[in-house]
């Protein structure tokens, strides 16, 4: 069997998704071993978790600035993970625009996942937006990130009611519980395809 792809992980909030991502290691359903992982917030939950773990955890210096994600950041985030071994970047809940110089450095190696059938509902709250908008269905997305906002070719897909009694956090949840699923999944899928090639 091909070796374990290494994984690194970035990361802003609870860091469920990480979590799925660590379980499936353990389980044997994923053949992969998480390097790094990186975060914008020193506070994130993410980052004890991954501490908690054993796991190389690191805070992102983005210059004092809230939502950006300045070059010299992106460029410090890229070398870290060269260094670290990375061969798969994946954003978990990261809420900062990932753009060049990251995705020179590791080009079809990023993915993403989004809590919305993309192109349905990109950018902030998606789950929201689908409650809003009076969505019967919605669900979750993995894909490849490029320099849009979720607008990457998508890998894996899972679909999720949207119940009549829904609220945007009741939607969320039902999404989180396919999204632990289907991350791990379209993981292996890419390692596969990386492994191979
Ligand atoms: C997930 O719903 C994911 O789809 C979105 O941000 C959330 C992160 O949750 N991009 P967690 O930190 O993995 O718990």
């Not at 978990?92 to 110089?101: H, S």
């Not at 990251?102 to 950018?123: K, M, T």
């Amino acid at each position: 069997m091909a070796g374990k792809i290494k994984l690194g992980v970035l990361g802003s909030g609870s860091g469920s998704n990480m979590q799925a991502i660590m379980d499936a290691i353990d389980a044997g359903e994923l053949n992969a071993e998480i390097v790094l992982v990186m975060s914008d917030f020193p506070d994130a939950y993410i980052l004890e978790r991954a501490r908690k773990a054993g796991l190389p955890a690191e805070v992102i210096d983005c210059g004092g600035y809230k939502t950006k994600f300045p070059d010299e950041s992106q460029a410090a985030v890229a070398a870290k993970l060269k260094d670290a071994g990375v061969e798969i970047v994946c954003l978990a809940g990261f809420m900062r625009l990932v753009k060049q110089p990251l995705l020179e450095v590791f080009p079809d190696r990023i993915l993403n996942i989004h809590p919305s059938l993309l192109p349905a509902y990109p950018g902030l709250m998606a789950w929201k937006q689908a409650v809003d908008d009076g969505a019967t269905e919605s669900g979750c997305t993995v894909h490849h990130v490029d320099a849009g906002m979720d607008t990457g070719p998508i890998i894996l897909q899972a679909k999720v009611p949207v119940l009549p009694d829904d609220d945007a956090a009741s939607l969320h949840a039902r999404i989180q519980i396919q999204e632990h699923s289907l991350y791990p999944r379209a993981i292996s899928k890419i390692a596969k395809t990386a492994t191979e090639k």
